[in-house]
Structures are given as structure tokens and as C-alpha cells.
């Protein structure tokens, strides 16, 4: 028999906010994906098979949903005379009042979509690289390049240098595929 569904809340939550963060970045719209994940889990709560693990189900639910919205935030789109460059510097969190934890959303919010994805799935969901590859598509070979080169690409955001002659520590230390 499956656990009621405030315990399952309880018990999936963090990883699910996680891996929306991981997806959309902090604020307002991964708090919309999450709680959109669970009321879809709400919805299908009665007929789910009892044997089906949630927190899989559920990782994959939060990033259809965070992909919903990163549609939805596209649709709109506006004609440019030039596109303005892009700016690849990573923002002080003491210059915004923030700690470091939004900090590092933000650092994974801007990778390239497949290793945010990859890693957002695989680092923060727990989901293994093959189950991470239904989910995004390709092998599990290229998920799992992916997701390494988001780790990559975040180690070198977090060692630059934060101003103070002292790089920078990540708040969280991500899982490895050894552990």
C-alpha cells in the first residue's frame, strides 16, 4: 500500500524543489513547477501502482513540468534587430543579498540545456544516467558526458575568483557517480 500523500510530500519535496531549481533557477517559477508536480502526483495519487518507486516518477513529472514552463516563458517571443551579447560573468551573491545556495542555482541555471538537464536529473534528482537519458533522450553514454561536463563547467564557476584573492567554495557538493 502507498504512503499517504502528505508524507510522500514530506519525503520527496526537497529533491523535487531541487531539481526545478536545477531546471528553471531560483524564484517563482521553480516554485511553480514543484508545486504543479505535486498536484499532478495528487491527481494520479489514487490509480498509481502501490510497487512503482515515487521518487523516480516524480523527478521526471517535476521536469516535464519545469520544461512546461520554459516553453510557456518562449512562446511570446518578440522580433530583434540584433541580438545583444551575452554576458558570461558569474554574479557576486553579496552584491544581490543573497546566499550563496541561490548562488549556485544560478550557476546551474546557465549551462546549456542538456548538461542543466543532465545534471539537474542525475546530481539532484538521483536519477541513474540511463533513466536520465529516457527522460532527456540520447544514450546513456551522452548523458553521462553531459552531466560531466555541467560538473566541469560548474567547478570552474565556482573557482574563479570571488574578489576577495580567495576562490570560491560551492555550498553543496554534488553526488559522484562512485558514490
Same mark, same amino acid.
Given at each position: 500500500?502507498?504512503?499517504?500523500? /502528505?508524507?510522500? #510530500? ?5 529533491? #523535487?524543489?531541487? +531539481?526545478? *531549481?536545477? +531546471? ?11 508545486? @504543479?508536480?505535486? =498536484? ?10 502501490? &510497487?512503482?518507486? =515515487? /521518487?523516480?516518477?516524480? +523527478? *521526471? #513529472? ?22 545583444? @551579447? ?5 554574479? !557576486?551573491?553579496?552584491? $544581490? ?5 541561490? @548562488? =549556485?542555482?544560478?550557476? #546551474?541555471? !546557465?549551462?546549456?540545456? *542538456? ?7 542525475? $546530481?539532484?534528482?538521483? =536519477?541513474?544516467?540511463?533513466? &536520465? ?5 540520447? !544514450?546513456?553514454? !551522452?548523458?553521462? *558526458? ?13 573557482? /574563479? ?7 570560491? &567554495? ?10
Amino acid at each position: 500500500m502507498r504512503e499517504p500523500f /502528505e508524507q510522500a #510530500v514530506q519525503r520527496h519535496g526537497g529533491t #523535487v524543489l531541487k +531539481v526545478c *531549481r536545477a +531546471v528553471l533557477g531560483p524564484g517563482p517559477d521553480a516554485d511553480d513547477a514543484w508545486q @504543479e508536480t505535486f =498536484l499532478a502526483a495528487l491527481r494520479e495519487w489514487p490509480d498509481l501502482d502501490p &510497487t512503482m518507486p =515515487l /521518487e523516480p516518477w516524480l +523527478v *521526471r #513529472v517535476a521536469g516535464r513540468k519545469a520544461i512546461d514552463i520554459i516553453r510557456a516563458r518562449n512562446r511570446p517571443a518578440a522580433p530583434w534587430g540584433e541580438l545583444p @551579447e551575452r554576458q558570461q560573468t558569474r554574479r !557576486s551573491a553579496a552584491a $544581490y543579498g543573497v546566499d550563496q545556495a541561490v @548562488e =549556485l542555482w544560478t550557476a #546551474v541555471a !546557465s549551462l546549456p540545456e *542538456r548538461q542543466r538537464l543532465a545534471v539537474a536529473y542525475h $546530481y539532484l534528482g538521483g =536519477l541513474p544516467h540511463a533513466d &536520465t537519458a529516457a527522460v532527456i533522450g540520447g !544514450s546513456p553514454a !551522452s548523458v553521462r *558526458r553531459a552531466s560531466a561536463d555541467g560538473v566541469k563547467a560548474l567547478r570552474r564557476i565556482w573557482a /574563479e575568483d570571488t574578489g576577495d584573492g580567495q576562490p570560491a &567554495t560551492p555550498p553543496v557538493r554534488v553526488r559522484t557517480e562512485a558514490e
